[in-house]
Every structure is written in C-alpha cells, then in structure tokens.
C-alpha cells in the first residue's frame, strides 16, 4: 500500500518535472536532431546509400538501426535522412513564417480595404483543405527534390500564421504604448520592428514550431504517397521504401518502426515547444 | 441572421476559389492529359487507337483561355468532370458517386467521433487539473498529434489485421452479405479505419479542448455559478463546456482538413473504397480529371461542414447571432 | 471436385474498384477474362495454341487469306448461340471504331472479316503477315445482339456482361465482385469452381498480408523474399512460380554519338553484372538475359546454336581493352576521355517510383563507373519517361519488350526502322532507334512466311546482330507474377505442369478445383 | 454662432491651443455599410499657457477621442486645431508633424499598457530626447537622470535599468510622466493619469503634476471623470456629454454653481463625505445615447428632468451666460 | 450576530512562491449591518471576500483561521452542506459584473439555475419571482429573455444583484461591484442596494477601494491594508476621528468637490508587497508617525473604543 503511493508520488513528480520542463525537453530533442542533421557526415558510420552489409539484419552493436533489404545502414539512412526532414521543417516554417509574417502585419497594421482583402485570402486559404491541394499540386509539379515539396507546404499554410499575426497586430497596434511611441514621435517603421514586433516574438516562435511538425509531417506523407522524390534519403523516404519492401512482413521491424518513431519524436517535441509557448502567452494556462 | 448571409457570401466565395484554382492548377504544369494517356496504356496502344481515344477524351486544346474556364464552370455546375483516365471509360462523376458514401461514412463517422471524444477527454482533463491520469492527456495528445497517420495505420494494420486477425485487412466490406448482415459487416470492415482516425485525429482536440476549458475555467462566470451553488456537473458542462467549444467550432476548418488529409492516407492503407484511395490511384496514375474533381470534392466537404460549424456556432453563442463580433 | 468460392486479384497493374467489363479497355476488371474468350488460347510463353471459341484455323491463298473453324454448340450467357456473326461483328467494330482496335489489327494489313455460313469466318489481308494471326486469335468475341445496341462501345462500361465463358457475372460491391459458375458452359462439365470472388488491395502491403493469410487463393503481385513473407507462412500449400515474361533492356540510343559505335555498346554489355542487377535489383525474381533477349521458353525452338562462341560474357576487363583500343584514354579520376577531351558519359533514364528499376540504374551506373563511363542515373514521372523515350531525348534508358508468342514480336517492336524515327521525331517503338536494312528484312521475311525453317534462319540473323552489334543490352528477364494456394484449390499450372501462362485466367479457371 | 473662442477672457494669457468645431466619426461597419460612431461632435475650446483645463464627462462621452485627435493619433473628421494661433493640417510632414509632437504631449490612463513590457525605463525615456535630437551623445544618461529625479524617482540611478514589470503603478505613471516630459512641450494631454492608480496614489501623481506645470510652465488637458479631481487640478472645467460639451467654466464656478442639468447630476453624484452623511437621492431617466444613431435634439434630453419639446427637436447652442462661462442648453438661451 | 470571521489567513502558492494575501483578519457582521470594507487594489479584499465564501480556488488556500456563518463553522461543513448554503444563505457579488454572466444563456435562464439548484418550485412561480425581482432593482422584465451582450452594465450590474437576492440570503458580499460604472450609475445602484438592505433586512459585506463613497453609506468601516484591517468602526467616527495614520492618510487623499482650491498631501510611497514578507506593521515605510517599534514588531488588532479597533503601536 504505502510503496503503491509512493510509487504514485514519484510519478507525480516526473509529470511535474515534464510540465515543467515541458519547453525544455521538446528544446533538447530538437536540438538533438538538428546537431545530428548537422553532423550526419561525421555520426553517419556508413553512406546511407551503399550497400555495407547482409540484407535485412535486426539492429546490433555494427548496425545499430539494422540494415534493410539493400543492405544499406539504417541507423546511417536515418541520420542523413534527419538532415533533409529537418531541413524540410526548417524553411517551411521559415518560409511560411514570412510570408504570414508579411501578410498578417499587413493586414493588421493598414486595416481597411487592404486588410479586408487579405483576410478574405487568408480565410479561404484556412478552408481549403491543404493535403489534398498539395497532394494535387505536387502530383502536377513531378517532385524532384525536396524544394518543390518545399514550395507547395509553404504555399498551402502559411494561412493560420497569418490569421494568428494580424489579430495580434490588430491588438498590439491599439496598445496604449503603441499610442504613445507614436505621440513620442518614432517613425513607424520603428514602431513596428521595436515596439510591436518584439511583443509578438513568442507567437511567431510558437508558429514557426507549429508549421515545422505540419510541414515534417507532410513531407512524410507524400514521400510515403510516392510523390515526393523517392531517391533522396529523408524518414519519408525510408518508410517509402521500408512500405514498398514490406519490411513488417519481412520481419524486419526496425526498417518501419524507428523512422516512424523519430518522425513522431521529433513530431512531440515541436509540438511540446509550441505548447509551452502558448501557454507562456496565455497566462490561464500557465497557472495550470 | 446577417451573419448567416455574410457566411454563405463567405461560402461561395471559397467555394469559386477552390473552383478557380482546380482550373488554374493544370495549366500552370507542363504536359499534357494526352501524354498522360499514353502512359497509362503503356504503350500498348497504336497510334490509331491512341488518335481514336483523344476524340473519345474530348481533348482540345485550341481554345481561348476564357472559353474554356467558362465551359469549365459550366461543366462542373452540371457535375460534368469529363472521364476519367485511370477508370477509363467510367465519368468522374460516377466514380465520385460510387467512392464518396464510404468516405462520408467513414470519415465523417470517424470525425464525429474523435470530436466528440477528444472534446469530452479536453474538458474532463481540464476539469481535474492536477490529476495524474488528467495530466497525462497533455503528453498523449501531443503524441497522437505528432504521429504520422499512414505510419499509425499500417502499424495497425499489422498488428490487428494480420498478427491477430480481428480485422479484415483491406475493403469497404466482404460483398458476401446482403440486408441487415451487410450492414454489420460494413461496420465491421470500418472499425479499425475508423479507430484510426478517431486515435489520430482526438489528440489535437484533447489538447484544443483542454486549453480552451482552462481558459473559460478562470472566467468570472464560473466562480460565479460556483457562487451560486450550482452542482459541480452543471458547472463542468453547462458553464464550462458550452464555452469552451466556441472556439473550437471556428477551428474545426482547420482541423477538418487537416483530418481529411490524414483520412485519405487511411483509407489508402486500408483498401477502403473510398475517395482516398481513389485520389491516390489517380495520382499514382496522374489521372488529372479525376484528381480535380476528388480535390474540389473534398473542398466542397470541408467548406460545408464547416458552414454547418459555423451555423451552429451561432446557434450556440447568441453574441454571434445578434451580429456583434466575429 | 466441384464447388468451392475461388478469391483471386481483381485488377493487378492498375487495380480498380470501376465496374469495368469492357474487354476492349485496357481498364476493365479481369472479370472480363472469364467472361469472354478468345478464338484460340495462345501460350505467350511458348506459343503453344489451345483451340477455344475456333477449332481451327488456317492460312490459304498464299498467306492472304486466315480461315477459321467456329465451334458449334456455343452459346452465350444469355442463351443465344455464337455463331461466326458474332465474329465478323466483333471485328467490324473494331473496324469502325479504331479505339477498340489496340493492337491495331485493322491497321496489319487486314481488308476484310467475312462470314462463310454459321461456322466459318474468313480474314483476307492484302499482303502476308504471319503474327497478326496471334493477334486475331486473342481477341475475345463479344455477343452482336448485345453490342449492336450500345451507342458509343468506346466508353462503354459494360457493367453487366454477357459473355460465353465459364463464368457469370454476379455481384458488384466496392472493393469486391463475384463470378458465378456458368452451368451451361460449353465445355461440358466446366468449371469445378462454383464462385470466383475478385478483390482489390490498393497496396502491395495488404495483398502480401492477404496471401500471407491464405485469403488469397491466387495472387499476382510482387512481393520482395518471398520466401519469407509468404511461402513460409504454409509451405505446404503456399506456392509460386515467377516465369519469365519479357525480358527487360538497356536502351541505348543508337543516334548519340557515344552509342554510334557498336563496340562502344559491347564494351558497355560487357561490362554490366547482370547477376548481381538480378539478385539485388530484381530480389532474384528476374534471372538474367540471355544476350540475345530471347525468352528461355523460346530458347529451345529459336535460339542457332551455332551462334554460341558469340555470346559474351561479363567481362569488364574486355570492356577496358575495347574501349582503350578505341583510342579513348583515362583520365586521372579514372573516367575514359575521347580525342576531343570530352569525357565518356551519359545519363540513365528510370521511372519515379519503380523502385527496383532505380536499383538497377545505380548498379549499372556503378558498373559502368568502374570501366571509366560516367552514368548519371535520373529518375522522371513515367509520362516524362515515356515522351523522352518516343522523342529520342535520352542517352540510356530501362525498357521491356513486348511480349507475343514468338521472338517475332519481341524483336519487331524494338528493332524495326519503321518504329523509329529522328531525334525530336516521335518513335512508336524503335525508341533506340536501330535503323539496319539487313534487320528490317529478315522481319519481313518472317512476317511473310509461313514456313518456320525459313522463319528460323532468318531469325537467326537478327539473333547475331543482338550479339555482334548490341542494338540494347537484355539485362534480366521481366517476372510473371504468379502466387497460388493449395490449400483449397488445385490444378496450378507450375513449371512442370506448364500447360498455360499463370496469366491465362480462362485457361487455369477451366482447370483448377476443389482439392 | 458666435465664434467664441471659449478661454477665459478674464485673464490675458498666451493661448497655446485652440479647437474649433473639431468632430470625430468612427467607422464602425463594414466596407459595403459603414455605420458611424459619433463620437465628437462639434467640439470647441481653448488652453492657455500654463492653464489646466479639465475635461469631465462619464464613460464613452468622447474624451478618450478628443485627446486623441488633438494628439495627432486620430485624424479628425472635421474641425480645426491651432497650435499658438497657427493652424494645424491634418496631413502634414514628417518634419512638421515631429515640431508638432515636441510641442503636444499625452500621459495615458493605463500605466500598464503605456510602457513597452520589452524596454527598460532607460530606453523609453532616451527615445524622445533622440527623437528630437534635444540632446547629445554623452549628456543623454544625465539628462535621463534629471527627468526620474524630477518626477521624484529619486535616486533615478536605480530605476534606469528596470523593466516595468518591476515598477509599482505609481512609479510606471511617473515614468510616463517623465517621458512625456523629457521633450519639454508646452502642452501635455493627461488622459485620465490616475482613474487606475490606488487612492493614495493618485494625489502624489496630481500634485506632481501640478508642481511640473509651475516649474515648466506647461498646460494641461486634465481628462477625468472625478469631478473632484478635476477641481483639483484645472483652472477651467469643461462637461462632456454622448461627444458633444455642455459647460465650460472656471472650475469653482462650475462646481459652485453648475448650470446645466448634467453637471448638476454629476455633481450630486459625485461622494461628498464632508457634507453629510446620507447623500440625497438621485433620480436619472434612461441610459446613455447610443452613439451611432444619436438623438436629434439635445443629447442629454432622455436623461434630463428639464427636457421640454424643443429639447428633443433642437441642438442647443453653447452659449455664454457670463464671463467665461459656457452652456449648452435651452434653459439659458436667450 | 450573522458572520464571525477568525483570524483568517489566506493567500496563493505555486511553487516557491507565496503570497500572504489576507493575514489575521477577524471581524463580525451583525444582522442588518452595512459593513464596508476599503483598501488599495492587491491589498486582499477579494481574496478575504472568496475566502469567506469557500469560493478560493487552487493556487489559492486558507492557511488558517475559521469562518463561522450563524454559528457554523464552514470548515466543518462538507462540499455539499457548504453548496446548498450558497445563494441560499449568503450570496457574493463580484468586481466584475460585466463578466460574471454567462454570455451565451439567456438572463432567466441563469437566475433559474441559482433558484432550483437550492429550491423546488415550478416554471411559473420562478418567472413571478424572477419579475419581482427584476422590479425589485428597477430591470423591465422584458429583458428576462435576453442574453448578457444585450444589456448595458449597469444593467447587467443589476441584474446579478437581483440574482444575488433571490433567494433572500441573510448576508450578501459585494466586492467592488460598481467600479466599472459609471458615477452617475454607480450612486444609483448602491443607494438602490442600500433601500433593499433596509427594506430586505439582509447584511452587507461592501468592499471598494473608493473610501468616500462608503463613508457615506456603511454603518461600520473597516479599513484594510497589505493584507490586513488596520482599522474599523462606525463610519462616521472613522471619517470624523481616523486613529490609524493610514487611515488619517487616506482621508485626506480625496479632494473635497467643493471648497476652496488647496493643496493636499496623498501618502507617499507604495503598499507593499504581498509576495515578500512583512516584518512589524506593513505601513510603517510609509508612515509619517512610525516609532522604531513598528519597523519590528506587527502592531495588534485591537479595541481601542468601543466599536473602534485599530492595528497600530500609537494605541495601546
Ligand atoms: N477606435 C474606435 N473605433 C470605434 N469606436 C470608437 C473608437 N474609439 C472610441 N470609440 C467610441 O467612441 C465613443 C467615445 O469613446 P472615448 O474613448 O473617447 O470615450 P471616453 O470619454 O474616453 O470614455 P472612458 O471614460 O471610458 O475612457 C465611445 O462610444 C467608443 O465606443
Ligand atoms: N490567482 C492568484 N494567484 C496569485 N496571486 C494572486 C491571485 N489572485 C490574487 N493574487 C494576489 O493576491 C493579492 C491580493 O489580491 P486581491 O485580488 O485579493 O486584491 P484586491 O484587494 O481585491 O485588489 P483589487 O482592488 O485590485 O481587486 C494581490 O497581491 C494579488 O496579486
Ligand atoms: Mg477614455
Ligand atoms: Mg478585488
């Protein structure tokens, strides 16, 4: 009895630690995978696209991801393919970032027609469902590289970040001390990059991780959908070709598992930072 | 009322958007839908035959920019979408007719469902902050919203379908039964799709649903009703709860295409007969037709469920109703 | 023996749940093949002919005229007997309306399909053409007083068909559909299978899962080891059978430069490890070509043996000396360079997504590598694919032949000038471009004759030149795909028991049984 | 109508400000059907040098909007503003719109939301002495030292690096204050300074105030809805009512003895400890005008127990009654 | 006697951090007593108003110290005991009246629920009840069906006060609930809320932080200040006779309306703050009369006359 409590206690406290920390750990994890994307040619023992060993070998201390069908390193494969998933995630927030960066401060900022217009855009953007216009688009474009995936992400979502940035604009605009730098006599873009754009830097943090998990996400997809370029190394493309040999029926476990499971870690702790960002901006929840 | 009015303005507005850019789309690309037939006879097919099925296709390319948007318009007002390549010589139209039951029932059940449960999970877990099992809602929400569906699904598939046999592996249903049979067997060939979604698609609203809940939990009016010594339920449900789904009424857009998206890869994984694995034969066989009329489908979907959110989103805040806020 | 619901795949290269029963469309669902038959069942394997619809059939009036013998006593499904009318029809639609006509029959030289009482039917050409009669044969006979009625055959769906095969159309739902047994077939006493319940897995993943299962009773996908994912799930009952079915090349397009030189293209066939491309490309399934490209079934009946000391091996070594013998000389990287500096290097055309051709690609492009050619491996949409091949706008590139019962069509198709044309032009099936008199008329003389040694002899010359000048380079035979399950059913074909190709559903669900 | 310039003509002083006729419409609908907020009709007065003039009015009377305007935050809808007797444009250059912000200042209601959570009191009170260029490179932290010291926070030093998260709310309002302050103009907007700050607070702010104005010679518009207060603080008062002014008098006068029905309410509104416990009873008609669709006549006549047929019909004039004294209502006009 | 609050402590914690927001607060309520409680905002009126309710939630606690309504303890009462003597025995009032209504029910609908959560009674006797209640604080009944948005605050203001009474509670806690309203609004409601009072024959716990106003009409004042009440007495012996500095202080921090134009003197300095601790009296930075004593030693809260207590070393 008294250890089943204290077992539940220690629990307790783990979860709170993870609440806590719940920025700090998704912030570690992601720094992980981009410290390992940036370091694949050193981390990665093997080319990821030679073949280096028997075909098909379970996960041991040489390979440690196992081998698939090719006989390429997995654990290698994986490495490289952080590199381009990351890289994917990276200038799609990036991207996207900026253009709802451009569009929603606009929006926000001019107000009237121009902000009419813009939103009317921005809200049948956030309508149209977005995978299957990528999956449309991309089908047109025949994918070679990751940049055309690239492309049609950003084009697709860039809609709720800008939907997010004008309505805080629209608030922030309307701030006493916004008022106040202009009676002061600052020049408005001033205004804009030191007094309102600092003020939403949170926000744009939090929508920057957002766009990252759905473009990783995403990318995932029509990679596994075939559309995307089979050739390159990315976790969507390892699952591609994990699908395409079978490897669960094969018994070979580890070829579907493990990527899927970095695409979901990585997928967690993008997630956990956005949410700890909201929280941090939403001061209700915090006091959670 | 007016708010109503600006919403259908609102509706068919996106609705010519989405019509405009399916038109827009294929024109921008390089290649032609002919080219697009040759590769889907695989050269098996003579010139001859080949000539003799472009007039079948009714493929001319002749033709003023404005003309053919206009006939475009015009054609899908109708529910003509042309022939579609990889079903040759089926319409669009009827493999829309045949595929789009499924994915309404399936997904549409399956949506209902991960709404309801995520919402009912969010709200509960927020409702018992503090506690453990609550508290580790947060954690799993953020991992299902994290998953890879296609991955979930396969791993499903393996696992429930092939290792332990509770599930058939791939279909709508075994065609074996007829009445009342067929309908359970349909049931019983939607459940682990359905699961699927419902698993993937609930985190997201467990997670919405949680914080929307914790924000109207520190809005006066329930200290108030507490205040007013109203039992704890009444409280939860009908001063938290009916708040607290506002907002997600108006982010259910977002979320329901992010879910359609997300279900198409399920039923690809599945078999399942529907619109999804349809899209992904047409773009496995760059079926262009048929893949426009798939996407303006969906479009079409998401557009009015979500006027349907928005519908009831003034039923259910009066502030709306009256046309004060947006 | 009798009795018994057979599942098999309802549509394979491009499943479709469309209800399709149009044997005129490439589309339709392979309920057709039970629906409706051929007038001879031809073994594209072998070319072996089993009488169907016709008993027999025969050229007279030097080559010009193709007679065949209508069986008596046919009915169709609907009780309306077939009689040479029906014949004559199904030709003259093809006639009028040329969509139907895939295989371009009407275009061979036929003038005319006419009926000499209820059980003759009479083809008259202008001039010989031998193969076309492979063509005529299996062509599947639909009913006159059913398709007189239809106002545009050409996008028909045909959604219930009136056939006279074995089988019945019975019932359509989603992803399946169901055949019943047609009690008043022809060949009396056939079929034993009382249902035939087709079903469609969008994804190799599931198929493999369903054979694995035993769902499947007959399968015909890829399945990579499949030793592993599905014999040894029941290896007892769980069989296949991969024959081979074409044989698949590298094209070298003969109007480049680099390829102009028929040693260059032997120092390149030389130099490619056809094994390993077999074993890891193709997961073994493939065995790799014979240098001539004929089909092992072929080898027997066609190959001259005199022509064996031609066959090369694999022998990169060769390959250097050729090429050093050329006056190419290497480079430091080790890259072979020609007089005008410019290194030796080409690119290699695949398909996105045919994950075994990309495999490929690279190991020969590592192959090639090694003898000091550059190979750039690219991978394009398959329409990109297709329209490079028929411009002409590539260096090298992966390609099937087509199949037929004879060498003949295997090698017409690749290697008949009037199949090319020049760059920028579109080529319909020389796409290597392979512009060579002596080739053109040897295939002429074996479309004109039927005399087989004749036939042979001049066969032979073009099997030479496959080994002297290397038009395109056979890599490995192009796999069958043929799962079957005996748990429930037997009378496979196997490769002892090879009384028809495993595609051949007519065939097999004529023979196959309850266990 | 009489262009009364609306000072009091008693004293001689140097009008710093002049607002004649201004109005403020907001736009409240949409593009295809605007709907208008009336929210300043035909306003007009004047400040003197060194003079304070109070502007009192309840909750969404328009005064927020009238500083606003004036402080070149809004643009007026009609209407004109002088600074020293020269007329100010509505658009003007950069150039001249920064002269005119060196001269007009604004101390806003909320000490919370006027300072940049993201600044620290150094960087906010440099902005305007580097706006302005009003002082060089080295004497610039001396400079800001001497503004804290001089709205008593003192010793300055320890407040330059604070953000105001750390400061209480009377110390965020004297560094609005000060920075308002730190380009030396000679007219400073006070919207509401003390309506959130604690009870015993607020009169070290005013009194601050007050003794800056004698130091610096400035002039104030000392927005309130604390009719006491604005006692306190103004020379002059001026009632606003649903955007238009009703009175405008020295404050004793209009504390004494207010004439028009409104004051007369907010005055016996207003708590009066001192006089006796048990106030007397207020009785009020309807609620406020709505704004978008105001009233035809007088726009206090729902309200007021004088109102007679002409009040719902007719716009009073604002009409002098006695020296400086303004009124705008039917019972004073002759 | 209807209220006895007893050395109440209440506060918030998370984490580390604590803040002491109510620190030994005893008092009494009678039946029928106007009590006003005044202080600067964050001094803890809200905090001693929730906690005297049981309406405190997480982070915030009662550290110690015991309430007793009528003679109960509520600390011994159960969930449920302590939910049926809401609204029906004490009811509270909040600072923000513009949000305490649920904006998307219907006005009727949320004084209903407050009824049948206590009481049984029909459809028709709730609406007759609802519409005397509404004419009680002067509210057309036609505003029953509306839904909060609908109404001006004062309205709103109102109608949460006839909720408040509909159950005719022996005590009713405002906190600070005119302080959005306007002037002229705000001196309706309370001299409408002080006529229910004598008519109603109910306690009123008054909490403001506007001193003037509640001079004028509470019986008895208590004046608190960083956490605590400094003083209290008959209002008008507070206003005519201030013991506490604070309280002196306070006075004279209101200029008068009408009178000659003179300078005052406010209190200088700042409250402070409740999240660091308090050693000796908490005014005793900012006091003018502060002894050495008061730097150390946290005066006690004491009767000094008959009625009047005061938390101050000058009283002994
Ligand atoms: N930016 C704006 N857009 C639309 N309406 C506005 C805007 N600003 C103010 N209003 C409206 O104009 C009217 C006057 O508002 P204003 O803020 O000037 O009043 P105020 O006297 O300052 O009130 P308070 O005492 O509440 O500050 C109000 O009805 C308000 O709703
Ligand atoms: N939920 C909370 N968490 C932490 N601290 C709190 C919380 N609520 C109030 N406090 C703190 O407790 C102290 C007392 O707050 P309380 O709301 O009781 O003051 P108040 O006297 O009602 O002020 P006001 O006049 O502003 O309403 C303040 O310092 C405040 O910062
Ligand atoms: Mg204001
Ligand atoms: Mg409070």
Not at chain 5, 147 to 155: A, D, K
Request: proline content about 6%; aromatic content about 12%.
């Amino acid at each position: 009895m008294k250890a089943n409590r204290m077992n539940h206690k220690l629990i307790k406290q783990i979860i709170s630690i993870f609440k806590i920390k719940k920025a700090a750990f998704g912030a570690i994890v992601i720094l992980f995978f981009i410290l390992v994307a940036i370091l694949a040619p050193l981390i990665a023992p093997y080319s990821p696209s030679e073949m280096v060993s028997l075909p098909v070998q379970p996960p041991s201390w040489s390979h440690l991801f196992g081998t698939n069908t090719y006989g390429q390193d997995l654990f290698s494969r994986v490495v490289w393919g952080a590199r381009l998933s990351l890289l994917v995630g990276v200038e799609c927030g990036i991207i996207t970032s900026i253009f709802s960066l451009i569009i929603g401060l606009s929006a926000g900022y001019f107000g009237g027609i121009i902000d009419d217009i813009l939103t009317t855009i921005t809200n049948i953007f956030l309508i149209i469902p977005g995978l299957p216009l990528i999956i449309v688009i991309a089908a047109y474009i025949a994918v070679k590289g990751v940049t055309p995936i690239v492309f049609v992400i950003s084009i697709t979502g860039w809609a709720w970040g800008a939907r997010v940035f004008r309505s805080q604009m629209m608030t922030l605009r309307n701030r006493d001390f916004v008022k106040a730098a202009v009676v002061l006599g600052e020049h408005p873009i001033r205004i804009i990059f030191f007094e309102i754009f600092p003020n939403m830097l949170s926000l744009v943090a939090a929508n920057f991780f957002g766009t990252m998990l759905y473009a990783v996400l995403t990318e995932a997809s029509l990679e596994f959908i075939g559309l995307g370029n089979v050739n390159v190394v990315t976790w969507g493309t390892i699952l591609y070709w994990a699908q395409n040999n079978q490897a669960l029926m094969l018994g070979a476990w580890w070829w579907f598992i493990i990527p899927g499971l970095c695409i979901a870690l990585l997928g967690v702790s993008l997630a956990m930072v956005n949410f700890a960002i909201d929280e941090i901006t939403n001061p209700r929840l915090k006091r959670a | 009322m007016k708010y109503l009015i600006r919403k259908i303005m609102f509706l068919l507005l996106t609705i010519w958007a989405a019509l405009t850019i399916n038109f827009i789309l294929p024109r921008l690309m390089p290649g032609n839908p002919a080219e697009v037939m040759v590769a889907k006879f695989r050269g098996k097919i003579t010139p001859q035959a080949m000539n003799a099925l472009k007039i079948a296709f009714g493929i001319d390319v002749h033709q003023n920019i404005f003309v053919q948007y206009f006939r475009y318009i015009q054609n899908t007002m109708k529910g003509n979408f042309g022939i579609s390549i990889t079903y040759f010589p089926m319409p669009v139209k009827s493999m829309l007719a045949q595929s789009i039951p499924w994915t309404l029932g399936l997904v549409g059940t399956s949506t209902i469902i991960a709404f309801t449960l995520g919402t009912l999970l969010g709200i509960k877990s927020a409702w018992k902050r503090n506690n453990f099992l609550a508290d580790m809602s947060v954690p799993i929400g953020l991992f299902l919203k994290s998953i890879p569906y296609f991955w979930l699904a396969l791993l499903f598939l393996y696992l429930f379908s092939f290792k332990l046999s509770w599930f058939p592996l791939a279909g709508g249903s075994s065609g074996k039964f007829i009445g009342f049979k067929e309908v359970l067997d349909i049931l019983y060939h939607s459940i682990l799709p359905a699961f699927t979604i419902v698993v993937a698609a609930s985190g997201g609203w467990i997670l919405t649903m949680r914080n929307n809940m914790i924000s109207v939990l520190s809005e006066d009016y329930i200290t108030f009703a507490a205040a007013k010594g109203l039992k704890e339920k009444e409280i939860m449900y009908k001063y938290g709860a009916r708040n607290a789904i506002l907002p997600n009424m108006t982010g259910f857009a977002m979320a329901l295409g992010f879910i359609i998206g997300g279900s198409l890869l399920t039923e690809m994984v599945f078999s399942y007969p529907g619109v999804g694995y349809i899209l992904y034969q047409a773009v496995e066989s760059l079926d262009y037709p048929l893949m426009q009329a798939i996407f303006l489908f969906i479009s079409l979907a998401v557009l009015v469920a979500n006027f349907l959110a928005d519908v009831t989103y003034v039923l259910l805040d009066p502030r709306v109703r009256s046309g004060g806020k947006e | 023996k009798y009795g018994g619901t057979l599942t098999l795949t309802g549509g394979a290269a491009s499943p479709s749940p469309a209800r399709i029963f149009n044997p005129f469309i490439p589309t339709s669902l392979y309920g057709v093949y039970v629906t409706y038959e051929p007038l001879i069942s031809i073994n594209p394997l072998n070319g072996e002919e089993i009488p169907w619809l016709a008993t027999s059939y025969k050229w007279e009036d030097k080559n010009l005229k193709l007679v065949y013998q209508i069986r008596e006593g046919v009915k169709w499904s609907d009780g309306i007997p077939l009689t040479s009318r029906d014949v004559v029809y199904t030709f003259q639609l093809m006639k009028k309306y040329p969509a139907l006509d895939l295989n371009g029959i009407w275009s061979s030289g036929l003038q005319n399909v006419s009926a000499d009482g209820p059980n003759t039917v009479i083809f008259s050409f202008d001039k010989p053409n031998i193969p076309v009669q492979a063509y005529i044969s299996s062509t599947l006979i639909v009913p006159e007083h059913i398709w007189s009625k239809v106002k545009d055959p050409v996008t028909w769906t045909n959604p219930t068909p009136i056939g006279s095969g074995p089988f019945v159309f019975d019932k359509f739902s989603g992803s399946t559909y169901t055949f019943k047994r047609n009690p008043n077939y022809w060949q009396k006493g056939k079929p034993y299978v009382e249902r035939l319940k087709f079903v469609i897995y969008t994804t190799n993943t599931t198929a493999t899962m369903a054979l694995a299962k035993g769902i499947l009773d007959w399968g015909g996908y890829f399945i990579p080891d499949i030793e592993k994912t599905y014999v040894a799930h029941d290896p007892e009952n769980f069989h296949y059978w991969f024959p081979p079915g074409s044989t698949i090349l590298l094209l070298l397009n003969n109007q480049k430069p680099l390829f102009a030189s028929a040693k260059v293209r032997l120092a390149i066939a030389m130099a490619i490890n056809k094994e390993r491309i077999s074993k890891i490309g193709e997961y073994g399934y493939g065995a790799p070509a014979h240098p001539t490209a004929l089909l092992p079934s072929f080898m027997d009946k066609w190959f001259d043996p005199t022509l064996k000391p031609l066959v090369y091996k694999y022998d990169p070594e060769k390959s250097v000396e050729i090429l050093k013998n050329l006056g190419f000389t290497r480079g430091t990287d080790g890259i072979f360079v020609d007089k005008g500096g410019k290194k030796l290097s080409a690119t290699l055309l695949t398909v996105t997504g045919w994950t075994d051709w990309v495999t490929d690609a690279q190991l020969i492009a590592k192959d090639l590598k090694k003898i000091g050619i550059l190979i750039n491996v690219k991978s394009v949409t398959y329409s990109t694919y297709r329209a490079s091949l028929s411009t002409g706008s590539f260096d090298m590139a992966l390609m099937w032949t087509v199949a037929g019962p004879s060498p003949y069509f295997h090698y017409n198709g690749r290697l008949n000038s009037k199949g090319s044309a020049p760059i920028g032009k579109t080529a319909v099936s020389n796409y290597e471009r392979w512009e060579d008199p002596i080739t053109d008329a040897m295939l002429r003389i074996i479309k004109e004759t039927s005399d087989f040694t004749l036939q042979k002899r001049a066969m032979s010359v073009i099997e030479k030149i496959m080994l002297t000048e290397v038009p395109s380079i056979p890599l490995f035979y192009g796999p069958t795909w043929y799962e079957y399950n005996t748990r429930r059913f037997v009378g496979w074909p196997t490769k002892e028991n090879f009384y028809c190709y495993p595609y051949s559903r007519l065939v097999i669900l004529t023979h196959v049984h309850l266990k | 109508m009489s262009h009364a310039i609306y000072t009091n003509e008693g004293d001689k002083m140097k009008t710093v400000l002049e607002v004649r006729d201004l109005v403020k419409y907001f736009n409240v609908g949409h593009l295809f059907k605007p709907k208008y907020v009336h929210a300043v009709e035909k306003v007009s007065f004047s400040i003197g040098s060194g003079e304070v003039l109070g502007l009192v009015g309840e909750s969404g009377s328009g005064k927020t909007t009238a500083a606003r305007v004036i402080a070149k935050l809004y643009e007026p809808t009609s209407g004109e503003i002088k600074l020293f007797g020269e007329i100010v444009p509505t658009k003007m250059s950069r150039k001249r719109l920064l002269k005119y912000r060196k001269n007009v200042q604004m101390i806003f209601q909320d000490p919370f939301a006027s300072l940049n959570p993201l600044h620290k009191v150094r960087y906010m009170i440099s902005r305007p002495l580097k706006i302005h260029r009003l002082v060089k490179g080295k004497e610039i932290e001396s400079k800001i030292g001497y503004l804290l010291e001089e709205c008593e926070l003192i010793p300055a030093k320890s407040f330059l690096d604070k953000y105001p998260y750390e400061l209480s709310g009377g110390e965020r309002q004297r560094i609005g204050i000060a920075r308002a302050l730190a380009v030396k103009p000679k007219l400073v907007l006070a919207d509401e300074p003390t309506s959130m700050l604690d009870v015993s607070i607020r009169l070290d702010i005013m009194n601050l105030m007050l003794d800056l104005k004698e130091k610096e010679g400035l002039s104030y518009l000392y927005i309130t809805h604390d009719l006491a207060g604005a006692h306190y603080m103004s020379d002059r008062i001026a009632i606003m009512y649903a955007g238009m002014l009703m009175e405008l008098g020295p404050s004793d006068e209009i504390i004494e003895h207010p004439l028009h029905p409104y004051t007369k309410l907010l005055k016996k509104a207003a708590p009066k400890p001192e006089e006796s416990l048990r106030p007397e009873r207020l009785v009020v008609g309807e609620e406020i005008p709505d704004l978008v669709d105001p009233p035809k006549g007088c726009r206090f006549y729902p309200r007021c127990p004088y109102a007679t047929k002409i009040c719902s019909e007719e716009v009073p004039n604002l009409e002098k009654v006695s020296s400086g004294h303004f009124v705008r209502c039917f019972l004073y006009s002759k | 006697m209807i209220l006895r609050v007893n050395e109440l402590n209440a506060g918030y914690t998370w984490g580390d951090n604590l803040v002491h927001a109510v620190n030994d607060v005893s008092f009494e309520v009678e039946k029928g007593e106007f009590l006003g409680i005044a202080g600067e905002s964050g001094c803890g009126k809200s905090t001693l108003a929730f906690s005297i309710t049981g309406l405190l939630r997480p982070p915030g606690h009662i550290f110690s110290g015991s309430v007793f309504f009528m003679g109960k303890d509520l600390a011994n009462l159960s969930k449920e005991e302590i939910r049926r003597l809401r609204w029906k025995d004490f009811s509270i009032v909040f600072q923000s009246s513009m949000n305490v209504l649920n904006p998307v029910l219907r006005i009727k609908d949320q004084i209903f629920d407050g009824i049948t959560a206590h009481v049984n009674v029909d459809k028709e006797e709730l609406l007759a009840h609802t519409k005397k209640l509404f004419k009680l604080v002067n509210v057309s009944s036609e505003f029953l069906d509306a839904y909060p948005h609908q109404l001006s605050g004062g309205m709103k203001q109102r109608i949460v006060i006839a909720s408040a009474l509909s159950l005719n509670p022996k005590l009713v806690i405002m906190d600070e609930p005119t302080t959005a309203l306007d002037v002229v609004v705000q001196r309706i409601i309370l001299q409408e809320i002080d006529e229910l009072r004598r008519k109603l024959g109910f306690s009123i716990i008054f909490i403001t932080h506007d001193l003037s106003l509640l001079v004028e009409i509470s019986d008895t004042l208590a004046i608190m200040y960083a956490g605590r009440i400094v003083e209290k007495a008959p209002s008008a012996e507070l206003y005519a006779k201030p013991m506490h500095p604070y309280t002196e202080g306070l006075m004279n921090s209101f200029p008068p309306l009408s009178g000659k134009r003179k300078r005052l003197h406010g209190i200088p300095g700042h409250p402070p703050k409740l999240s660091e601790e308090i050693k000796g009296c908490p005014f005793a930075t900012r006091c003018p009369k502060k002894m050495p004593i008061c730097e150390n030693i946290s005066p006690p809260y004491i009767e000094v006359e008959k009625g009047h207590f005061v938390a101050c070393h000058l009283y002994k």
